[in-house]
């Protein structure tokens, strides 16, 4: 269970940011019983951390960019993160098909090495298939001159889900969270950061918080949060934007994923199965400013149709679109190095008044980006010499019995999922109920919209609210939904 605001004079952590990279600095601050505070100017993973295309994986793009030591790094992470949170963080099949003969020898180099990073105690290794076995695990593959294709494995969660679970970790550890907090400056002493202030964008309340460590863990919102400390900060960040469609299942049968190797950018692309509809993403899109609700513009959809339409036997259209959301990467500045081909690693940094800031990184390495985060805190000197503990630690199994009948047949969820999420994970807005803490927007904004008053009268009845309170609501959500129907 998340739980409110504890009265604490000073805090030993206080981490901004509530994405991947935010909430894990919490947990491992909190599981090393550093008392630990984490203000989200938002919802819990409102911005780029809901919006991935849903992989706990090495990157197979990674390793023709050569980045070895990363790829590494992201699969040793993928086996921590399915041994600690197996009920979060699952297996899926892939197939990488091929249709010329010498592509055989090039994808079996690359699973090789990709086998021999993820180390003895990684996944399956990869096995190549028959055209017949490939398409007996995939029967909506375009057939025509297909000549087999390489088999392997990686992990697959839900982005938004794990983020509540690791926020309701961090709490039951006593970290306390706050969302819809937004910091608007620091507390100083001779040049030192000691502190925020912030504003409760719920009840308009301004708060100041007090601590020995300020952590900027806000992701694409981290070189804002360095101009509070010093307005002359030079900017660290850039960004590209990865947009994805979603299809209804009929478009891959079966639950093998598959890879589209070659598309017309040079990148690969997905087809995943994911609660029970099928994602295809990304794109890659450099941009020139962070935004907390990027959309996917027409030629990023057209292009994800296309991809889906050369290597499927039915040919998706715009009218099959059930949802389609983007995200914005926060990608570390190489000098003028293109964002298709800047590294998802991630950069720890110091700053003169004792900010720290983590920046970069992906969903994958959040966890290994917190543990060096804090452990560069207690290098500095700030905090008290304790070992992480979030490699070995299990995520609580927080199981809840789903009463009652599903609101619409086309989405998997009940009023007990929304009543739960009211009640137990912090949930404030019809938004947060309908887009993370189930992912209805994501899977059929049609139906999410049909049954929003429904659910809306649910919010308003768990927190005791006004008529006036639940149609706001309403008219909030129908027009934040209105971009994901393209």
Same mark, same amino acid.
């Given at each position: 269970?998340?739980?409110?605001?504890?009265?604490?004079?000073?805090?030993? /952590?206080?981490?901004?940011?509530?994405?991947?990279?935010?909430?894990?600095?919490?947990?491992?601050?909190?599981?090393?019983?550093?008392?630990?505070?984490?203000?989200? $100017?938002?919802?819990?993973?409102?911005?780029?951390? &809901?919006?991935?295309?849903?992989?706990?994986?090495?990157?197979?793009?990674? #390793?023709?960019?050569? $980045? #070895?030591?990363?790829?590494?790094?992201?699969?040793?992470?993928?086996?921590?993160?399915? =041994?600690?949170?197996?009920?979060?963080?699952?297996?899926?099949?892939?197939?990488?098909?091929?249709?010329?003969?010498?592509?055989?020898?090039?994808?079996?180099?690359?699973?090789? @090495?990709?086998?021999?990073?993820? %180390?003895?105690?990684?996944?399956?290794?990869?096995?190549? #298939?028959?055209?017949?076995?490939?398409?007996? !695990?995939?029967?909506?593959?375009?057939?025509?001159?297909?000549?087999?294709?390489?088999?392997?494995?990686?992990?697959?969660?839900?982005?938004?889900?794990?983020?509540?679970? #690791?926020?309701?970790?961090?709490?039951?550890?006593?970290?306390?969270?706050?969302?819809?907090?937004? /910091?608007?400056?620091?507390?100083?002493?001779?040049?030192?950061?000691?502190?925020?202030?912030?504003?409760?964008?719920?009840?308009?309340?301004? +708060?100041?918080?007090?601590?020995?460590?300020?952590?900027?863990?806000?992701?694409?919102?981290?070189?804002?949060?360095?101009?509070?400390?010093?307005?002359? &900060?030079?900017?660290?960040?850039?960004?590209? !934007?990865?947009?994805?469609?979603?299809?209804?299942?009929?478009?891959?049968?079966?639950?093998?994923?598959?890879?589209?190797?070659?598309?017309?950018?040079?990148?690969?692309?997905?087809?995943?199965?994911?609660?029970?509809? /099928?994602? /295809?993403?990304?794109?890659?899109?450099?941009?020139?400013?962070? @935004?907390?609700?990027?959309?996917?513009?027409?030629?990023?959809?057209?292009?994800?149709?296309?991809?889906?339409?050369?290597?499927?036997?039915?040919?998706?259209?715009?009218?099959?679109?059930? &949802?389609?959301?983007?995200?914005?990467?926060?990608?570390?500045?190489?000098?003028?190095?293109?964002?298709?081909? @800047?590294?998802?690693?991630?950069?720890?940094?110091?700053?003169?008044?004792?900010?720290?800031?983590?920046?970069?990184?992906?969903?994958?390495?959040? !966890?290994?980006?917190?543990?060096?985060?804090?452990?560069?805190?207690?290098? *500095?000197?700030?905090?008290?010499?304790?070992?992480?503990?979030?490699?070995?630690?299990?995520?609580?199994?927080?199981?809840?019995?789903?009463? %009652?009948?599903?609101?619409?047949?086309? @989405?998997?969820?009940?009023?007990?999922?929304?009543?739960?999420?009211?009640?137990?994970? +912090? *949930? $404030?807005?019809?938004?947060?109920?309908?887009?993370?803490?189930?992912?209805?927007?994501?899977?059929?904004?049609?139906?999410?919209?049909?049954?929003?008053?429904?659910?809306?009268?649910?919010? $308003?009845?768990?927190?005791?609210?006004?008529?006036?309170?639940?149609?706001?609501?309403?008219? =909030?959500?129908?027009?934040?939904? !209105?971009?994901? &129907?393209?």
């Amino acid at each position: 269970m998340l739980k409110e605001a504890e009265r604490v004079d000073f805090w030993d /952590v206080i981490v901004i940011g509530g994405g991947a990279t935010g909430l894990w600095c919490a947990y491992d601050a909190a599981l090393r019983g550093f008392r630990t505070i984490l203000i989200e $100017q938002a919802d819990f993973a409102s911005a780029t951390s &809901s919006k991935s295309t849903k992989l706990i994986h090495g990157g197979i793009r990674y #390793l023709k960019q050569g $980045q #070895l030591l990363l790829v590494h790094e992201a699969l040793h992470e993928r086996r921590i993160l399915s =041994t600690i949170a197996p009920h979060l963080v699952h297996s899926r099949s892939f197939i990488l098909p091929y249709y010329k003969w010498h592509e055989r020898p090039y994808y079996g180099l690359g699973m090789s @090495l990709y086998d021999f990073l993820a %180390g003895p105690l990684g996944e399956e290794a990869h096995q190549f #298939l028959q055209p017949s076995e490939v398409l007996t !695990r995939c029967p909506t593959l375009d057939a025509d001159n297909l000549r087999g294709g390489c088999l392997f494995t990686d992990g697959q969660f839900d982005d938004a889900r794990f983020a509540i679970e #690791l926020a309701k970790m961090a709490a039951l550890h006593e970290a306390t969270l706050l969302n819809y907090t937004k /910091v608007t400056s620091f507390i100083k002493q001779e040049g030192r950061i000691e502190g925020v202030i912030a504003r409760d964008l719920i009840n308009d309340q301004e +708060m100041e918080i007090h601590g020995k460590v300020v952590i900027n863990a806000s992701g694409i919102f981290s070189d804002e949060i360095r101009r509070l400390d010093e307005p002359t &900060s030079p900017p660290m960040m850039a960004f590209s !934007r990865g947009s994805h469609i979603v299809l209804d299942k009929e478009f891959l049968s079966g639950e093998t994923a598959l890879i589209f190797p070659k598309l017309n950018d040079g990148r690969l692309a997905f087809c995943i199965p994911w609660h029970n509809k /099928v994602l /295809v993403g990304t794109t890659d899109v450099a941009t020139d400013r962070p @935004l907390q609700e990027p959309h996917p513009t027409h030629e990023e959809i057209e292009f994800l149709l296309n991809a889906a339409g050369q290597y499927l036997s039915k040919k998706p259209q715009a009218h099959h679109i059930r &949802s389609a959301f983007a995200g914005i990467r926060p990608l570390v500045k190489r000098s003028t190095t293109p964002t298709a081909k @800047l590294s998802r690693s991630h950069k720890v940094s110091i700053g003169k008044s004792h900010l720290i800031t983590v920046a970069g990184g992906k969903w994958t390495t959040a !966890r290994r980006m917190a543990e060096d985060t804090i452990d560069h805190a207690i290098g *500095a000197g700030l905090l008290e010499n304790i070992t992480c503990k979030t490699m070995k630690m299990p995520f609580d199994e927080m199981t809840h019995s789903h009463k %009652g009948e599903k609101l619409h047949p086309a @989405l998997p969820y009940t009023d007990d999922d929304f009543k739960i999420a009211i009640e137990h994970e +912090m *949930a $404030q807005t019809l938004t947060d109920l309908l887009a993370r803490r189930t992912r209805s927007l994501f899977l059929d904004v049609k139906a999410t919209l049909e049954i929003a008053p429904t659910v809306a009268r649910s919010l $308003q009845k768990y927190l005791a609210q006004t008529d006036a309170f639940r149609e706001e609501q309403i008219e =909030t959500f129908t027009t934040f939904a !209105r971009p994901y &129907s393209p």
